[in-house]
Nanobody
């Protein structure tokens, strides 16, 4: 059974930081590209960042220089460190595991950036 369990969302002021975590099933963590997507109200689902099992990362232009994705292979966990948060970063953030046509997504965690 594939599980992706996110944690770490919440309310933060503009300019603040949050760190999201996603604990994944061992069966997929080592073989799938792990990533974070987000969806804001009225907007499309979009890729925020992803990382493959070799550590290669990919970021959306809107978060480059502010967000960092990382993975702990021993803990089967992927992280998203979010710094210098902006109100436009407000969204539900989803952990994602992808390999070819196979795609798994967690239930999501709300991130709200507001003063």
């Amino acid at each position: 059974q594939v599980q992706l369990v996110e944690s770490g969302g919440g309310l933060v002021q503009p300019g603040g930081s949050l760190k999201l975590s996603c604990a994944a099933s061992p069966s997929i963590f080592s073989t799938h590209v792990m990533g974070w997507y987000r969806q804001a109200p009225g907007k499309q689902h979009e890729l925020v960042a992803d990382i493959n099992n070799g550590g290669r990362t990919n970021y959306a232009d809107s978060v480059k220089g502010r967000f960092t994705i990382s993975r702990d292979n021993a803990q089967n966990t992927v992280y998203l460190q979010m710094n210098s948060l902006k109100p436009e970063d407000t969204a539900v953030y989803y952990c994602n595991a992808k390999r070819g046509v196979f795609n798994y997504r967690g239930q999501g965690t709300q991130v709200t950036v507001s003063s």
